[in-house]
């Protein structure tokens, strides 16, 4: 089993940019079995998919409003998922989680959260006008 640990979260204008991290515990070989990927929840709405990634990172997966703003990148020797966030906007503002999907297929990149099993505690981003 895996836990995850977000970082990087933080109060910024909007048009700046931030890096979230997310740590993976566990072996590498877990790791690399797991897909990653991002959500985030504002208050009083549903939490939603922003990205995900493959098990090798070869499949990339964003939600429409953050595609061209968000790369979504992975470090398997590390063990660590990135989620680099450009352009940043008030409607960005939201708590955001990494999650692990260990029964994914290699080249899958699951968008929903039912599939993942393993989630983070979440770091916040608030963008100010």
């Known amino acids: 089993q895996v836990q995850l640990v977000e970082s990087g979260g933080g109060l910024v204008q909007a048009g700046d940019s931030l890096r979230l991290s997310c740590a993976v515990s566990?072996?590498?070989?877990?790791?690399?079995?797991?897909?990653v990927g991002w959500f985030r929840q504002a208050p009083g709405k549903e939490r939603e998919f922003v990205a995900s990634?493959?098990?090798?990172?070869?499949?990339?997966a964003y939600e429409d409003s953050v595609k061209g703003r968000f790369i979504i990148s992975r470090d398997n020797a590390k063990k660590m998922v990135y989620l680099q966030m450009n352009n940043l906007q008030r409607e960005d503002t939201a708590l955001y989680y990494c999650?692990?999907?260990?029964?994914?297929?290699?080249?899958?990149?699951?968008?929903?959260?039912?599939?993942?099993?393993?989630w983070g505690q979440g770091t916040q981003v608030t963008v100010s006008s």
């Open positions: 999650a692990a999907d260990a029964q994914a297929l290699l080249l899958v990149t699951p968008t929903t959260s039912q599939n993942y099993e393993v």
């Open positions: 990634i493959s098990r090798n990172g070869n499949n990339i």
């Open positions: 566990g072996s590498s070989y877990t790791f690399s079995r797991c897909a």
